[in-house]
């Protein structure tokens, strides 16, 4: 399985990696492995930048500021679900993709279209949520 994955590639990470830790549970004070999940932390209300701890947001790697919204809690689960320790890194949109394909974070958890341009450097899968453009005008 491709290391460098992408939002659309999280099925197919979260069951790869399911089946390469079946069984194996994390002994008391064993440090759990890391997802590391890269985001921009601005694009409310998929993901933005809090300043406190709530009992839903989750610490922004290297900040004392915290990532929240639809994305985030996708990752929890995703990283609950393979009992990895979620680690978010907040990032500028055109690093993303660069920081997926050098292996400094995991996957993407973003509003990322699957572009011609896009599809050449990464992976996707089904999408979570698709959204329509749409301008409003006084009628």
């Not at 590391?36 to 709530?54: D, H, K, M, Q, R």
């Not at 989750?58 to 995703?78: F, L």
């Not at 698709?130 to 409003?136: G, I, N, R």
Request: net charge negative; glycine share 8%; hydrophobic share 40%.
């Amino acid at each position: 399985m491709r290391r460098n994955l992408l939002l659309g590639l999280v099925l197919s990470f979260v069951g790869g990696l399911t089946l390469a830790s079946c069984g194996e549970k994390p002994t008391e004070g064993e440090q759990l492995p890391q997802l590391i999940v890269g985001l921009e932390c601005n694009y409310a209300p998929f993901n933005w930048t809090e300043n406190s701890a709530t009992d839903s947001n989750v610490v922004i790697s290297g900040t004392k500021t915290y990532a929240e919204g639809y994305d985030v809690q996708i990752a929890k689960i995703i990283a609950e679900e393979l009992g990895y320790e979620l680690v978010i890194k907040k990032m500028e949109w055109d690093g993303l993709i660069p920081a997926v394909q050098s292996n400094t974070i995991d996957l993407i958890i973003a509003g990322m279209s699957p572009t011609a341009e896009r599809l050449v450097d990464i992976d996707f899968t089904s999408p979570y949520y698709t959204s329509e453009h749409v301008l409003l005008v006084e009628a």
